[in-house]
């Protein structure tokens, strides 16, 4: 039995933004690697993968040489957006701030380093939010999440272990309550004594307070119709979650089924042969009685 090779290659940070297979799901890739073999190269950049980290791992756990290929392009970036962003089971609010993560790095490279561009290809909340395909809002809230969030609540989000609304709830500061001043029991004689200055001042007061109690409202139904949308984006996210374990244990039955229409295929070769000899004998016996 040959041992098995250690994964020795380090992940390009790009690669680092995609979550990694659920067990289901790596499971089912390396059954399919074992049947078929590698169909897709695994793109390496300045010694490191740059995609392909899941099909490496399980080429070394099933001993089987990697096919490595040197990625030559200029914009490394948009190309593993464009080769796994769609492809892979991920949630608007994990998409969102993949594409805010990729671009934060992509910033900071230009920053550090002269020789590249210095215009972002994403440099937009527009562009990003059409890259990763969600609503511009998202996309805000995933800006502000790599902008302000810690790395371990960003990861959560990547890896779909927290919705992206829950954790921006986690950073936005309450906001403070204002105590009403307490009014002064004493009043004025002289007011008291200015009937029509008292009822001009009460006016006043009363459409002041007529203005506010609107305002309120208004708050109040804002607020109601983004409890709406968070909620509703909650459940977004534990959809794709379901949908990526029945997406897992789908692929295990259908490679299952393939197995099983290749036996059944071999079986019914194995019958026509069979039968064929079993008729060639009865002609050659039926020979052998005429003669």
Excluded at 29 to 38: E, V
Excluded at 154 to 177: D, M, Q
Aim: proline share 5%; net charge negative; aromatic share 4%.
């Amino acid at each position: 039995m040959t041992e098995k090779h250690t994964p020795v290659m380090e992940l390009h940070p790009l690669c680092t933004y995609f979550p990694r297979m659920s067990e289901a799901e790596f499971s089912a890739l390396k059954d399919n690697i074992q049947a078929i073999g590698q169909t897709h190269p695994i793109y390496t950049l300045d010694g490191m993968i740059l995609d392909g980290g899941n099909r490496y791992r399980a080429l070394c756990e099933l001993d089987i040489e990697p096919l490595m290929t040197a990625y030559t392009g200029n914009n490394p970036t948009q190309f593993i957006l464009s080769s796994n962003l769609h492809r892979r089971h991920l949630s608007q609010g994990q998409s969102a701030a993949i594409v805010s993560a990729s671009q934060s790095w992509v910033k900071a490279q230009v920053n550090s380093a002269s020789d590249l561009p210095t215009a972002l290809p994403l440099a937009t909340a527009e562009a990003r939010a059409k890259q990763s395909g969600v609503g511009q809002r998202t996309q805000q809230m995933a800006d502000k999440l790599i902008k302000e969030a810690p790395a371990e609540l960003v990861k959560e989000v990547i890896n779909g272990k927290k919705s992206l609304t829950k954790a921006i709830k986690e950073i936005t500061p309450a906001k403070p309550v204002i105590a009403k001043p307490a009014q002064d029991p004493v009043i004025d004689a002289a007011i008291q004594s200015s009937q029509p200055a008292v009822l001009t001042n009460d006016q006043a007061l009363s459409q002041l307070i007529e203005e506010q109690q609107a305002t309120i409202q208004t708050l109040e139904a804002d607020k109601q119709t983004l409890k709406a949308v968070l909620d509703a984006d909650d459940q977004l996210a534990a959809s794709f979650d379901e949908v990526k374990v029945l997406t897992a244990a789908n692929q295990v039955l259908n490679e299952r089924i393939n197995a099983l229409n290749t036996e059944k295929e071999a079986a019914l070769k194995a019958a026509d042969y069979w039968k064929a000899q079993y008729l060639e004998l009865e002609e050659s016996l039926d020979k052998e009685r005429v003669d």
